[in-house]
């Protein structure tokens, strides 16, 4: 076969999966932003090149980012970075272990470690990367790893790199947890992992932390849970799903991201016993081969940390705007969170988290495609998802609350829903 014919199939094959996506309706489009991270933003208008028309930027309302203290754009994060351009430049051209490795990554380390009381915590460019890096490392053929299904890609792309035999649990069934957690004691198991997300991204449930750490000590296994929504904010202090359900101590890893609400930016970490994160260290593939974070962002981060430990304000203020928003929704008829099975008769089941992701179920994808441009067409921005990234039938608007948005932003939020809603005659009688 020669190299043209084999590039032309090539080609074809690029152009029939692009053509799938997008007759599936999953294609992506990227909106973009022309402006800072905000409870408003600035969107560039659709351009189009061939008549070269001029981009036209739109204010709106931003109610889809992880933004959740608001931090995106705080003049001291901005002020930390400055100060860290003109002490330790632009970037470190170098991964940790070569000389990448600069006094403020170790302060960083020693923040994020004494924020949870942790030996000792390891940085990564993103908790993609820290995920990725963690399972291969720590797991071997003679272990056994048990994993929520809905567990995010990147904990389901790093257990896939290890050699560990694989259970997967029904979403927070903890009976179904334990029966596969009985069924591995009849193997030969040197150690047992149970993993699982602190908050699950689409619904913004919590996971049972109480219930998994009783089966995680019953059955001698230990407990790695990703943070990512949860860190900065939820638990009293900010310090995350372990927190909230007072079971700190009983965590034995945590892997979380900067790129929420600490700041929006970039960068992850695990943190755990000293000996975890030293063998991290010693062999995790995305830390030794990829540069350091940029000392820009360590500083900031730095900074954020400061900020988060000395004050719950901008955390009290999150989980009032979100409680407002919640029973707002609810008292206008909005299905919010997910009812099993999704229908109708089931519109009592109105709140079930205090969590600022919150899902206004909309149920039908094409509908809920026809709400998110209708908010957008309204001022405001939110996006829809359907299956495959929520299951059939419980396609939904994802909103996510932040600190930066005021009780007027909210209102307006929930009367354009409400209109958006009797336009699709989403409130069946």
Excluded at 132 to 142: K, S
Aim: with cysteine; proline share 3%; charged share 20%.
């Amino acid at each position: 076969m020669s190299s043209s014919s084999s590039s032309s199939e090539f080609d074809q094959r690029m152009k029939s999966t692009l053509d799938t996506i997008a007759q599936s309706g999953l294609y992506k489009h990227e909106r973009i932003l022309s402006s800072p991270q905000n409870s408003h933003v600035s969107v560039q208008s659709h351009f189009n090149s061939t008549n070269n028309e001029s981009r036209e930027n739109i204010k709106t309302l931003n109610f889809c980012s992880n933004n959740y203290l608001g931090l995106a754009n705080h003049p001291k994060l901005i002020s930390a970075a400055k100060r860290a351009l003109d002490t330790h430049g632009f970037g470190v051209a170098s991964v940790r272990f070569i000389c990448g490795t600069q006094d403020l990554h170790k302060e960083l380390e020693e923040k994020v470690s004494e924020f949870y009381g942790t030996d000792d915590t390891i940085l990564y460019s993103s908790c993609f990367d820290a995920n990725a890096g963690l399972f291969e490392v720590l797991l071997t053929e003679n272990d056994a790893v048990f994993s929520d299904e809905l567990n995010h890609a990147s904990i389901i792309d790093g257990i896939r790199l290890c050699k560990a035999s694989r259970y997967r649990y029904s979403h927070m069934d903890m009976n179904h947890l334990e029966t596969q957690l009985k069924e591995s004691l009849t193997k030969s198991i040197s150690t047992r992992m149970i993993v699982t997300d602190g908050v699950f991204s689409m619904d913004g449930d919590y996971a049972p932390l109480e219930d998994i750490t009783f089966l995680a000590n019953k059955y001698h296994a230990l407990l790695f849970v990703d943070d990512c929504h949860c860190t900065g904010f939820v638990g009293k202090t900010g310090r995350g799903s372990g927190e909230r359900a007072q079971v700190m101590d009983k965590v034995d890893i945590v892997n979380s991201t900067f790129g929420k609400a600490l700041g929006g930016a970039s960068g992850g970490y695990t943190t755990a016993r000293k000996d975890i994160v030293e063998l991290l260290r010693q062999k995790s593939r995305p830390y030794l081969f990829s540069n350091a974070l940029a000392p820009s962002l360590t500083a900031a981060t730095i900074e954020v940390f400061d900020m988060v430990s000395k004050s719950t304000q901008l955390r009290d203020k999150l989980f009032d705007n979100t409680r407002y928003f919640r029973e707002k929704m609810s008292e206008n008829g909005f299905i919010l969170g997910v009812a099993t099975p999704f229908d109708e008769d089931q519109l009592s089941r109105k709140v079930i988290s205090d969590h600022p992701i919150v899902p206004i179920m909309i149920g039908d994808a094409q509908v809920a495609q026809n709400v998110a441009q209708d908010m957008w067409n309204r001022g405001v921005y939110v996006v829809a998802f359907s299956y495959p990234v929520v299951p059939k039938h419980k396609a939904r608007i994802r909103v996510q609350i932040s600190a930066a948005h005021s009780k007027p932003e909210i209102d307006f939020v929930v009367n354009a829903f409400t209109q958006v809603a009797h336009t699709h005659n989403l409130f069946k009688t």
